[in-house]
T-cell receptor, first 114, second 113 residues
Framework: AQSVSQHNHHVILSEAASLELGCNYSYGGTVNLFWYVQYPGQHLQLLLKYFSGDPLVKGIKGFEAEFIKSKFSFNLRKPSVQWSDTAEYFCAVTASGGSYIPTFGRGTSLIVHP | KAGVTQTPRYLIKTRGQQVTLSCSPISGHRSVSWYQQTPGQGLQFLFEYFSETQRNKGNFPGRFSGRQFSNSRSEMNVSTLELGDSALYLC????????????FGEGSRLTVL
């Protein structure tokens, strides 16, 4: 079974700082990868996803993530964060050809100070 | 298109009681999954239903159960509540071939006293 590790549990940044949230997964086969975001008081929503092709994926609100297969990583990045990016971020993985049930990481809480 | 709707949004129960949570998926979505979200543990998968059948199950005790109706609406039930069951319970719907892309409701926050 696959597993997901998010190294940063809490991140505090000032506006305009750059962001990188780590995500590593363990699974030997082909995977589909996701980042979800949960803004305060709102439902979880998809930020971006990777199925195949270009390993650099662009999502909503200026976020991007890079799939590095050799490192089993799918780190989330944003060059300049805003106060409105304050949220909890979850990395998730599904195994291609297997169950469509995503395995989620424990999440990273991001606080951006104005 | 209406999103995933969960009811009730908040509820308080005492130990030993039981609770039923409801979820209406996005129209046309036939797969419904349930997750338990707690601080520090992230999202833990409970079960997934498709066409009224439980297709996948997580590692939770039998006190946690669910079902799906012919209109794809789903309910989950927790019997003999324990303090540790306090959590946000999330429902998500998807196409069956959605390869893991889920659409979540806002959740039902359960507090067990």
């Amino acid at each position: 079974a696959q597993s997901v590790s998010q190294h940063n549990h809490h991140v505090i940044l000032s506006e305009a700082a750059s962001l990188e949230l780590g995500c590593n997964y363990s699974y030997g086969g082909t995977v589909n990868l996701f980042w979800y975001v949960q803004y305060p008081g709102q439902h979880l929503q998809l930020l971006l996803k990777y199925f195949s092709g270009d390993p650099l994926v662009k999502g909503i609100k200026g976020f991007e993530a890079e799939f590095i297969k050799s490192k089993f990583s799918f780190n989330l990045r944003k060059p300049s964060v805003q106060w409105s990016d304050t949220a909890e971020y979850f990395c998730a993985v599904t195994a291609s050809g297997g169950s469509y049930i995503p395995t989620f990481g424990r999440g990273t809480s991001l606080i951006v100070h104005p | 298109k209406a999103g995933v709707t969960q009811t009730p949004r908040y509820l308080i129960k005492t130990r030993g009681q039981q609770v039923t949570l409801s979820c209406s998926p996005i129209s046309g979505h036939r797969s419904v999954s349930w997750y338990q979200q707690t601080p520090g543990q992230g999202l833990q998968f409970l079960f997934e239903y498709f066409s009224e059948t439980q297709r996948n199950k997580g590692n939770f005790p039998g006190r946690f159960s669910g079902r799906q109706f012919s209109n794809s609406r789903s309910e989950m039930n927790v019997s003999t509540l324990e303090l540790g069951d306090s959590a946000l319970y999330l429902c998500a719907s998807s196409f069956p071939e959605g390869v893991g892309e889920l659409f979540f409701g806002e959740g039902s926050r359960l507090t067990v006293l």
